[in-house]
Structures are given as C-alpha cells and as structure tokens.
C-alpha cells in the first residue's frame, strides 16, 4: 500500500504504473534525481495537490 510517506523514487521503481497517475496530477518530476528522495506529500504540497486524492488514485490502479 501507498502512504503520503512513500517517496516518488520506491514509487516508480515499484509501480511504474503509477507515472502517468503522477503526470495526470502535474507532477511531471518523476525523473528529476531531486524528485527521488522526495514523498508524494512534499511533492503535493509543492504542486499544490490534494495528497489523500493522489494515494487513493494510485493505491486503486496499483491493485487492479
């Protein structure tokens, strides 16, 4: 499962098919290094995005 503490390098190297959920929300900084070590919380409060609607989006399409 997905929490807001995951960072969004665990995530692409274990669910690659989560990058076009994290596209679809703005955050074109799934291949920028500095983005690796970085949780989809911080990465939401800098986009501006809703970080209980991206992990309910990604953990729904990670488990189908």
Do not use: W, Y
């Not at 970080?51 to 729904?60: A, E, S, Y």
């Amino acid at each position: 499962m997905i929490t807001k503490d995951t960072t969004i390098g665990d995530l692409v190297r274990k669910h690659p098919e989560a990058i076009p959920i994290l596209m679809e929300f703005g955050m074109g900084c799934v291949g920028c290094p500095s983005a690796q070590a970085e949780t989809l919380e911080e990465a939401a409060m800098i986009h501006g995005i809703d970080i209980n609607q991206l992990v309910d989006k990604v953990n729904k399409a990670i488990s189908k």
